[in-house]
């Protein structure tokens, strides 16, 4: 019976092109939406995307297209797809594979490739795509042979969404999409070199449970690694259950409800002061899913110097490298957690921690100075929190603005925030709410970016409106790249080199230009006002608010200092002036 099935199966393979193979892994792979950008090499895989019934985004840059399928991996936990042409079409992406890769994000990501007879010969538009991305991607392919062109997408799929998530490529020469072979997309997966460990090592387990019963002064970092492991349910029961407070890295926010008493708040260069104090403070170290990046930890001569380390995570490249770790736990978060919530053991005994964790709270809070005659920024995000409930999907780009609504928006959920973390790119927040929204169709999404960041990828409003996506788009116009006009304020005498930009367009009328509404507030009542009136509309929106230009993020670890060396803590710190 069995042995007849496989013959039925056999009898049903089918000769198509390389094109139509990859239509049909796409459907096997229940893809719901591609990314991308037509051209030579790609044509005929286009021409098949014409009547496949796939969706297909039209990004207006192949950057657009790969942070969109950030975001929209980011969201959905699924693997979103890129497909890009050969050539610049390829090179165009080469920074969004960068971000997906850094920031563990699951991607798969066709090129196309000059004619494999060609291949060699500075082609027209040829570039060396699989050398480019090597350092850049999880793996990477370049199909030689049409009839592995099946085996090498559904292993993309599976490496891109296993172990440690990331970005796949496939670069397919033009014949090979021509080329006809036979589609069997039920072949088994074989790669003996990747076997990722997802479950903990038990006695690496009870080596943590015995260290959690001696601690005085536990804490938990947790990364996006907690995320990515739909693991906060988890998270939330284990630093219940042992009375262990949490902090966040960046990318990590929304795994712990940051309205919970245990929750500490963000880490590292602009995290809070009871956070940063913590780590420095804490006997007892407990990263999971983390990568301690230099952000996070500041200056590592002094970061957590008294504590015991215990690192869980799926990647064991990221255990040890940073921080020497005494307690390794390779693990995928969730399962680790599931061990520790099951372990016996007496939890650290914390009230006195937890005191004087609660104490530095209420002593040193986020702060700012509040001014109704301008915008404040960090007012700008607590008013799209209130308005929001704080239940959006938050996009950003990068700089003052991103550490602003880190801040100030309390992520209680996860997968709301998307940003980018690792490598820092302006220009990611735009796109990337494009992918949000269509992952979760029914989310409030908003993208906040920077007057300078914005301008980077602007031309995936079209896609907005075009797609009709009710994204509201909140420009906080500070009329400059604010973060680097404070590192020049703070590090080079106020030398402002090529930081101030004070003759912006007019982001109203551009928004008219891409036939969307546009508003702007240069106060706190306007600000007030505008927010409601495009909450009340179901369309996109682009929002200027022109916020106080000389305002710094704060607190701030300078570079080179330690966590605990911090300023701009206190109201009448005077490095707030
Ligand atoms: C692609 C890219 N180029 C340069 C930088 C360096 N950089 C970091 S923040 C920043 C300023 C961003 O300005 P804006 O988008 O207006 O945001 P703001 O800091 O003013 O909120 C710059 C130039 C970067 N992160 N990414
Ligand atoms: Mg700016």
């Known amino acids: 019976m069995a042995n007849m099935k496989v013959e039925e199966k056999r009898a049903q393979k089918t000769k198509m092109s390389g094109a139509l193979m990859l239509i049909e892994a796409l459907k096997a792979e229940n893809v719901e939406v591609i990314f991308g950008y037509p051209g030579g090499a790609v044509l005929p895989i286009y021409d098949k995307l014409y009547s496949s019934g796939v969706f297909h985004v039209l990004t207006r840059h192949e950057q657009g297209a790969i942070h969109a399928a950030e975001g929209y991996a980011r969201i959905s936990g699924k693997p979103g797809v890129v497909i890009a042409t050969s050539g610049p079409g390829a090179t165009n ?42 350092p850049i991607t999880k ?41 006809e072979g036979e ?55 284990y630093a219940e259950q042992q009375h262990i407070p949490v902090i966040h890295t960046l990318l990590g926010l929304g795994g ?18 009871t956070a940063n104090m913590a780590l420095y403070e804490c006997d007892l170290l407990i990263n999971i899913g983390a990568r301690f990046d230099d952000r996070v930890t500041g200056n590592l001569k002094y970061f957590a110097p008294n504590a015991t380390v215990a690192h869980i995570d799926i990647d064991p490249a990221e255990i040890g490298k940073n921080v020497p770790t005494k307690i390794p736990i390779v693990s995928d978060a969730k399962e680790a957690l599931k061990e ?16 004087q964790l609660n104490e530095w709270k209420k002593q040193f809070p986020l702060y700012y100075k509040n001014d109704v005659q301008t915008i404040k920024p960090q007012k700008l995000i607590e008013m799209i929190y209130e308005f929001t409930n704080g239940e ?3 996009t950003t780009d990068v700089g003052q603005h991103q550490m602003w609504a880190a801040q100030y928006y309390k992520f209680n959920k996860p997968h709301r925030w998307v940003t980018s973390g690792g490598l820092g790119t302006m220009g990611f927040g735009l796109p990337a709410a494009i992918g949000a929204q269509l992952a979760d ?52 005498e ?14 109203v009328k551009l928004a008219e230009a891409y036939n969307m509404k546009g508003f702007r507030a240069k106060t706190e009542a306007e600000a007030c006002e505008i927010l409601k009136q495009a909450f009340s509309l179901d369309e996109p929106v682009l929002l200027d608010f022109h916020v106080t230009a000389d305002e710094n993020v704060y607190p701030m670890v300078a570079p080179g200092k330690g966590l605990h060396e911090m300023v701009g803590v206190k109201p009448c710190d005077e490095s707030l002036q």
């Open 392 to 394: 959006a999907i938050i």
């Open 441 to 492: 169709k029914n989310a409030t999404v908003i993208s906040i970016v920077g007057d300078g960041g914005f301008q980077m990828t602007l031309q995936e409003l079209s896609v907005i409106r075009e797609l009709n996506l009710p994204i509201k788009v909140i420009i906080v116009n500070n009329q400059s790249l604010g973060m680097v006009r404070q590192w020049q304020e703070i590090f080079y």
């Open 93 to 134: 992406i080469v920074t969004g594979l960068t971000d997906a890769m850094i920031d563990s994000l699951p991607l798969v990501v066709f090129t196309g490739q000059v004619a494999s007879n060609v291949i060699g010969s500075d082609a027209f538009q040829e570039a060396d795509v699989v050398g480019i991305t090597m």
């Open 256 to 273: 712990f409800p940051a309205d919970h008493p245990l929750f500490l708040g963000m880490a590292g260069m602009h995290g809070t002061y």
């Open 139 to 179: 793996h990477n392919y370049q199909v030689r042979d049409i009839q592995e062109l099946p085996k090498i997408i559904k292993e993309a799929f599976h490496i891109a969404t296993t172990g440690r998530p990331g970005p796949v490529l496939i670069d397919i020469p033009k014949d090979m999409t021509t080329m």
């Open 183 to 237: 589609f069997d997309y039920e072949q088994e997966i074989h790669l003996p070199g990747y076997q990722p460990t997802i479950h903990p090592n038990h006695l690496q387990i009870r080596k943590l449970v015995e260290a959690v019963s001696q601690a005085k002064k536990p804490v938990i970092l947790a990364g996006a690694g907690v995320l990515h492991a739909n693991a906060s349910k988890e998270l939330q029961q």
């Open 340 to 355: 520790l919530i099951h372990q016996e053991g007496k939890p650290a005994d914390t009230t006195a921690w937890l005191a």
């Open 494 to 507: 106020k030398r402002y080199s090529h930081s101030l930009i004070p003759n912006q367009p007019d982001f």
